[in-house]
């Protein structure tokens, strides 16, 4: 071993130790959603390197021995030594914390101001890593094996006419408290991949099932749009723009749906999603909103004096924004980095959206007269729901008494952003809720059966529903269109069904009804699935118990181990087998309980899975529900675990 090789070690122990300490820190978690992080950072390699034009097909192979390999067809992860340290750069690729840009050209194109990190972290937190690297006609091998160390050095294998990149890792058993992968989870990451990056083909192969599948556009966002609004009424066909200003490339494609009051806008930077949006979207809403309004004006169109405002205009849109740019002028703002912030990617999106949009509008005159038409009735409602609203306001004495329904068990507390409403399957279960509460800031709201299926329902049968209108009124911030968060007279709304498949059922019903009449409750996370525990393990001592909770088996056996010889196990199957002494504390008192965040603004999951879902397919359904509701780990649908 020489002095450089010293030195890299050095880097290694400082660095990848630091990630093994706190895998948190670089993947977000050490569940599902971690696990699948790993996936992402192999993946957005390859990625990039046929976002940058070489290579046109990626493949993701699921290994029977819980190892997954991603190849590509690019030109190779570079083998040359590294001069100041004289090691292949591969080996420091996958052992040093390096920034994307320093084995890059600055022209590159990139993932890494999101990521960063990526292949280190991945071979950090991996059993093994074997890559091998098809290049200079020659076949490489390096592989790595217990987080990262150096297992074997970088080999010349044989000759070969090839070029591209295989990394096979095996996630690490000890950090993860799942190393399953999820198909599904896979899949729906390769396939939005695949609409952004369009004509690269995408092939995915499972050989624990021996499933396969393949994604491929042509066009790319016109068929992104297309897959979003499958089941919507379509005003007008896809719209797509695309542009090169200076160094960005944008493209743009939208299409307007009749009797959906939501905008669905998504954007992108370098195929990574941008969650908070940024200067792109600021541009884009700017643009559309001035298009419309000058059209409308020029055309003699409004029939009122006042301009429509960005949210009439922006009714029942799907769009998807994506820009891709060098890293040179890549800038990320917010805590999650989820916000771009390049201040020319707002003049650019906004003139071409103006410009191509106007143009459009006077090339398409009858979708245009249509579309103002549209935008009219938006703002006519939304007039009309201030109106009613102030009128609300004057007489709120009235409202709050009338409000209440017999079945609610109200809050003391007037901080609305504190209190919480419990939704509770059940009388009996309610009953407990009630006892077992803190009556400050919690209030219990039982659902007898089950709420109506509100995926395809017309807004009057909606209303006629009582538990559906019971929840309208208790929650107290309109529904639809009307919605205002502002209103809402709780911080945190809970579910809380029992843990089976009726249970997941009633849980994908109300999701359902939020995400559809109420969806910034979902976006600003205030609605929350509550999960019981599955065991009690106890033993009793003198005049009482010691008792310890478990939600899952590996929390069994350290419970049991905690409580110590002649333990008794209960397994809990309802909610209704608790007391309310329990069911306070495991369930509902904020020290104890487990809460999961639920977050669904993943295009492609929330059209896939809220349609087939809550279509009338129930044996979808069903497999859905099996399939995805797992109550001992976190599931795609529901992202953040807060206990
Ligand atoms: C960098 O610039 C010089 C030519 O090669 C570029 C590069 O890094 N290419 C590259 C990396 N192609 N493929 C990868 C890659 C592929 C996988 C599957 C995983 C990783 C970590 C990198």
Redesign the pocket.
């Known amino acids: 071993m020489n002095k450089e090789y010293n030195a890299s070690n050095i880097e290694y122990l400082t660095g990848l130790q630091g990630v093994i300490k706190r895998p948190g820190m670089y993947i977000g978690s050490t569940n599902a959603y971690g696990l699948h992080h790993l996936v992402w950072?192999?993946?957005d390699?390859?990625v990039?390197?046929a976002l940058n034009g070489?290579?046109n097909k990626?493949t993701v192979i699921i290994r029977k021995d819980g190892s997954l390999s991603?190849?590509?067809e690019?030109?190779?992860?570079?083998v040359d030594i590294h001069k100041s340290t004289g090691i292949p750069a591969i080996q420091l690729?996958?052992t040093t914390l390096h920034s994307g840009g320093k084995?890059?050209?600055d022209a590159?194109k990139s993932s890494g101001g999101l990521h960063g990190v990526?292949?280190s972290v991945t071979n950090a937190l991996s059993e093994f890593c074997d890559?091998v690297v098809y290049k200079n006609q020659k076949v490489y091998h390096i592989r790595f094996e217990n987080n990262g160390n150096l297992a074997v050095p970088l080999e010349v294998l044989g000759n070969t006419t090839k070029h591209?990149?295989?990394?096979t890792f095996k996630p690490d058993k000890k950090i993860f408290s799942t190393v399953d992968f999820k198909w599904d989870t896979i899949a729906s990451h390769l396939q939005e991949s695949a609409f952004l990056l369009k004509k690269v083909k995408f092939v995915l192969k499972d050989e624990r099932t021996n499933q396969e599948t393949e994604f491929y556009y042509e066009n790319g966002l016109k068929e992104y749009i297309e897959t979003i609004n499958a089941n919507k009424n379509s005003l007008g066909p896809v719209i797509t723009f695309e542009d090169k200003v200076n160094t960005m490339d944008i493209e743009i494609a939208f299409q307007y749906c009749t009797g959906d009051y939501n905008e669905t806008i998504y954007s992108y930077v370098n195929n990574v999603r941008t969650r908070d949006g940024g200067t792109h979207e600021t541009g884009f809403r700017i643009g559309i909103t001035k298009a419309v309004n000058d059209f409308a004006e020029s055309n003699n169109l409004l029939k009122s004096k006042e301009k429509l405002e960005g949210a009439d205009i922006r009714e029942g849109l799907t769009a998807i924004i994506s820009v891709k740019m060098p890293e040179s002028i890549l800038e990320f703002e917010g805590q999650t980095k989820g916000k771009l912030g390049t201040p020319q990617a707002l003049s650019a999106v906004n003139n071409l959206i103006y410009s191509q949009f106007t143009y459009f509008l006077n090339e398409n005159k009858e979708f245009a007269v249509n579309l103002i038409k549209k935008c009219i009735d938006s703002q006519a409602a939304r007039i009309a729901a201030r109106k009613a609203k102030d009128e609300m306001r004057k007489n709120k004495k009235q409202k709050e008494t009338l409000l209440l329904s017999d079945k609610l068990t109200p809050a003391q507390g007037k901080d609305y952003s504190k209190n919480e409403l419990f939704i509770v399957e059940g009388d009996s279960a309610g009953g407990s809720a009630k006892k077992g509460r803190n009556p400050l800031y919690q209030a219990i709201l039982p659902l007898r059966g089950k709420p109506l299926n509100t995926d395809s329902i017309s807004v009057d049968k909606l209303l006629k529903n009582e538990e559906i209108s019971t929840l309208i009124n208790t929650i107290g911030a309109g529904y639809g269109q009307n919605f205002d968060i502002e209103d809402s007279h709780y911080g945190k709304i809970i579910i809380m069904t029992d843990a089976d498949t009726d249970g997941a059922h009633i849980q994908t019903l109300l999701l359902t009804f939020f995400y559809h009449y109420m969806r910034p409750l979902i976006v600003n996370g205030y609605v929350y699935v509550a999960v019981p525990p599955l065991y009690r393990v106890y033993k009793e001592q003198g005049s009482g118990y010691i008792q310890e909770y478990a939600w899952d088996d590996r929390e069994l056996e350290i419970c049991k181990e905690k409580v110590g010889r002649g333990y008794k196990i209960n397994r809990y199957k309802g909610l209704g087998e608790m007391n309310p002494d329990q069911l306070r504390y495991t369930t509902m008192d904020p020290r104890h309980r487990l809460l999961i965040k639920v977050n669904i603004d993943d295009p492609l999951n929330v059209a896939k899975e809220i349609s087939t879902l809550m279509g009338n397919n129930s044996d979808l359904r069903k497999k859905w529900v099996e399939e995805n509701i797992d109550f001992n780990e976190e599931d795609e649908f529901i992202k953040e675990v807060i206990k």
């Open positions: 950072e192999i993946v390699n390859a990039d390197e070489f290579g990626i991603v190849i590509d690019g030109r190779g992860i570079p690729i996958f084995f890059n050209e590159y990526g292949s890559v591209g990149s295989m990394v």
